[in-house]
């Protein structure tokens, strides 16, 4: 039962990303030309995090390099703006925009989402986890964030475009 709920709202996710016009794919997101981010220093999974405590990453879009910055108090999962079409729920994955007038975007369920989320700062792992494929917003190669354990974020030092959320 509880399958088949999430199929129906990953479909149901999937028309209104069609409809409006957010899951539009390219040839340049294909996953032939994706690239395993670097890291800078050390390699810390967001799962290694002590209670009470999430990951926090800082991503340089331009060059594909992750940071870990520490183990911080865990935050709200979403700004207070509101998502298109669907608002973003607390135990959502959440792409978090650049600013106003863009809006969060979250996602639930299980599977892969290809889409156009343009002026992304930040992604935030939901209840289930996620991870992301993105590239900078000038352009350039394509690169997939770790899988986020639920609450870890990573901040982006310039604003990046995702083409898939993968939970």
């Known amino acids: ?11 149901a996710l999937a028309a209104c990303s ?17 690239k395993p981010m670097k890291w ?9 995090a002590p209670a009470g ?16 910055l520490g183990f911080v108090p865990s935050e709200p999962e979403f700004s207070t703006l509101i998502t298109e079409h669907n608002p973003a729920q607390s135990g959502d994955c959440v792409l978090a925009p650049t600013g106003v007038p863009y809006a969060s975007f979250g ?14 700062k930040r992604i935030t792992g939901g209840t289930e986890g996620c991870a992301g494929t993105y590239h900078a917003q000038s352009g350039g190669s394509n690169f997939n964030t770790p899988i986020l354990a639920p609450g870890a974020f990573i901040d982006f030092t310039a604003a990046a475009v995702f083409t898939q959320i993968r939970i």
């Not at 039962?1 to 479909?11: D, N, P, W």
């Not at 800078?40 to 290694?48: F, K, L, M, T, Y």
């Not at 639930?108 to 989320?117: E, K, S």
């Open 40 to 48: 800078v220093g050390p390699a810390v999974r967001s799962d290694e």
């Open 107 to 120: 996602f639930r369920g299980a599977g892969t989402l290809n889409g156009n989320w343009q002026n992304r």
């Open 18 to 34: 069609i409809l409006a016009g957010t899951a539009q794919a390219s040839a340049a997101d294909t996953q032939s030309d994706v």
């Open 53 to 68: 405590k999430v990951a926090h990453y800082e991503a340089n879009p331009e060059t594909g390099t992750i940071t870990f």
């Open 1 to 11: 039962m509880k399958s088949s709920i999430k199929a129906v709202a990953l479909t």
